[in-house]
């Protein structure tokens, strides 16, 4: 099976000259940018040795993030570690969109954190924040802590706000939720570089896509502080669904769409005048049965969709 292209990794160094026989071995695996990547992979390779199965590796179909070890998300180089789902360039929006609404010092929770690059990015981009993260497979967890303890970050594992301290109740300024949002039956479809090599709980979003966005929304307004935003990304086609999920949970939603990276994100404001939602009202939403639990069933961790 060809190997799909990579176009979200960028070399942020100079590149090294790759041996010819890596660009004809990646280009006959169907690396429809084999020079590009064979110079990434030249320059990240220490040995021929190494190179060499770096090379296999790619040639067998594994994400070139993977291979590498990292991947470029808003100029940073981020550790992904094997398994951990691929930060896409064009969740970059995302964080754009949080860094235009927020100011240094902002207390930022990055849910379904996966590599925990959006919260880094995001505390890039302000000069420092309060982060914290969380999100439900463990190797997305360790992968996180590693790119977040420089930055003073807490990473947690659990069902999305369960592991967080309640200490954040009412104090969360910017509410990152890269949340899964293919539909199961769509699952099929992604990439192969996606579905097989990415975790199922980072890209299944349930029967619609949306499921885990139902819970994100309904627990939001606890968490959220007066004006405080929850931003997520979603498909064009499930905009109307999305506005109509934050809605119902009280909050104000607004849709931005940037066509160069082909991403669409929904920004919903809790209302400064609103009091919060009782945490005991949120836990018995979660007990009626209506939303599989965060990461089983087929309602995913940490996902985004692949491609």
């Known amino acids: 099976m060809p190997v799909q292209p990579s176009p979200h990794i960028r070399s942020t160094s100079p590149p090294t000259a790759a041996p010819s026989a890596v660009v004809a071995t990646l280009r006959a695996a169907g690396c429809v940018f084999a020079e590009d990547e064979a110079e990434l992979l030249a320059a990240t390779a220490r040995t021929p040795a190494e190179l060499t199965a770096m090379v296999d590796r790619r040639a067998a179909g594994l994400p070139l993030e993977h291979v590498l070890g990292w991947a470029e998300f808003c100029g940073l ?75 003073g970050g807490r990473v947690y594992r659990g069902d999305l706000y369960e592991p967080l301290p309640a200490a954040l109740r009412g104090r969360v300024d910017v509410l990152l939720a ?91 404001t809790r209302p400064p005048g609103r009091p919060s939602v009782r945490a005991d009202r949120v836990d018995r939403a979660d007990r009626v049965g209506r939303v599989p639990p965060y990461g089983a069933g087929g309602a995913a961790s940490g996902g985004r969709p692949g491609g």
């Open 77 to 151: 180089r981020v550790a992904v570690d094997p398994g951990v789902f691929v930060p896409r360039r064009r969740t970059e929006f995302l964080v754009h969109r949080a860094a235009a609404l927020a100011r240094p010092g902002s207390v930022v929770v990055d849910l379904c954190c996966g590599s925990g690059a959006l919260g880094a990015a995001l505390d890039e981009a302000l000069g420092g924040v309060e982060l914290h993260a969380a999100d439900i497979d463990p190797a997305a967890v360790a992968c996180a802590r590693r790119n977040l303890a420089a930055l």
């Open 178 to 268: 890269n949340v899964p949002y293919v539909p199961t039956g769509d699952i099929t479809l992604l990439p192969p570089e996606a579905r097989l090599h990415e975790a199922r709980v980072a890209l299944d979003g349930g029967a619609d896509g949306l499921a885990v966005l139902r819970r994100v929304a309904a627990g939001a307004p606890l968490w959220l502080a007066p004006g405080g935003r929850l931003l997520f990304e979603t498909s064009g086609r499930q905009v109307p669904s999305a506005v109509g999920i934050v809605t119902g949970a009280g909050l104000v939603p607004e849709v931005a769409v940037c066509e160069e990276l082909d991403a669409t994100v929904v920004v919903a």
